[in-house]
């Protein structure tokens, strides 16, 4: 199956900095969705990002297909933003989901 | 509108013994998902439905079987439980596969 590399593993950020989180993949894909995991377990979606830029307020995403990776920018970083962030590939042809294995983010205030 | 819903929130089994993860959304999605979280892990699908009727195995169906006969339903059945079946069991629905998902909050099972 597909592969889908997140790096960096883990990241400490002092609250105000900002940070880029990378989302790599080993073929072409239909579908690439950012999702946030806070402290207490829960799944957010931030982002439904197949190709191109995404804004919304302090985060942002952009996938560049061709080269087959995503970035999420974190800007102005707060003590709620810690959690770890998953980015999660559909590759082309299926209906099949892959996770990568996250970014921990720590932001201390 | 409650979203996914996800029962029990936490179960403890016994080695052998059956039971049903129950996913309900109230939102008409045609698309239903099961997936497990193995501590420090990434999501694994386990099977998933496109719509009521129609099901397929994901990357991880072993141990487990499902059915979809109304949209708003989607079980998740452990015939045999085995301790490599603890995991985190999340359910995640949307509309169709250009729309991102929605999670519901999760079930967490030990078995011992």
């Known amino acids: 199956g597909i592969q889908v590399e997140q790096s960096p593993p883990d990241l400490i950020l002092q609250e105000g900095a900002n940070s880029t989180l990378r989302c790599n993949f080993s073929?072409?894909?239909?579908?690439l969705q950012w999702f946030h995991q806070n402290p207490w377990g829960q799944l957010i979606n931030l982002f439904y990002?197949?190709?191109g830029t995404k804004q919304n307020g302090r985060l942002s995403a952009t996938t560049v297909a061709t080269e087959r990776y995503s970035l999420l920018y974190i800007s102005s970083s707060q003590t709620t933003d810690s959690g770890v962030y998953f980015c999660?590939?559909?590759?082309?042809?299926?209906?099949?989901?892959?996770f990568g294995t996250g970014t921990s983010l720590t932001v201390i205030p | 509108n409650a979203g996914v819903t996800q029962t029990p929130k936490f179960r403890i089994l016994k080695i052998g013994q059956s039971m049903t993860l129950q996913c309900t959304q109230d939102?008409?999605?045609?698309?239903m998902y099961w997936y497990r979280q193995d501590p420090g892990m990434g999501l694994k699908l386990i099977y998933y439905?496109?719509?009521?009727?129609?099901?397929d195995k994901g990357e991880v169906p072993n141990g487990y079987n499902v059915s979809r006969s109304t949209t708003e339903d989607f079980p998740l059945r452990l015939e045999l439980a085995a301790p490599s079946q603890t995991s985190v069991y999340f359910c995640?629905?949307?509309?169709?596969?250009?729309?991102?998902?929605?999670f519901g909050d999760g079930t967490r099972l030990s078995i011992l």
């Open positions: 939102m008409n999605h045609n698309y």
């Open positions: 990002i197949p190709s």
């Open positions: 439905s496109v719509g009521a009727g129609i099901t």
């Open positions: 073929d072409s894909v239909n579908n």
């Open positions: 999660a590939v559909e590759p082309i042809g299926g209906n099949q989901f892959y």
């Open positions: 995640a629905s949307f509309p169709n596969s250009n729309q991102p998902q929605h």
